[in-house]
């Protein structure tokens, strides 16, 4: 298995960034995927997950109305998509892959994380 972020980098407050996920090594339509991060001192949160077939979307509720956890299973690739984003939400930002088909339940797999930060 093999997960490798892209993306992020610096937004202002209230701006936009994009995060991709390419993954590889597993049959990615059958895996639940996520986005989870970790701020600076802080511990690891969850922020989204969509089911396999991007049927079902869960949203950390801070960020729910904000960001986006888009799916193209014929790529296999997952983003997140942050808009409006806030000072608070600088962290490095990590694509996980679920055990089943929802994206929760714990990961298996993670990618080596992107860091995201907001500033002015």
């Known amino acids: 298995v093999q997960l490798v972020e892209s993306g992020g980098d610096l937004a202002q407050p209230g701006g936009s960034l994009r995060l991709s996920c390419a993954a590889s090594g597993f049959t990615f339509s059958l895996y639940g995927m996520s986005w989870v991060r970790q701020a600076p001192g802080k511990g690891i949160e969850w922020v989204a997950s969509s089911r396999n077939g991007g049927s079902a979307i869960y949203y950390l509720n801070s960020v729910n109305g904000r960001f986006t956890i888009p799916r193209d299973n014929a790529k296999n690739t997952v983003s997140l998509q942050m808009n409006r984003l806030r000072p608070e939400e600088t962290a490095l930002y990590y694509c996980?892959?679920?055990?089943?088909?929802?994206?929760?339940?714990?990961?298996?797999?993670w990618g080596k994380g992107r860091l995201v930060t907001v500033s002015s």
């Open positions: 996980a892959k679920g055990r089943g088909v929802t994206g929760g339940g714990g990961f298996d797999s």
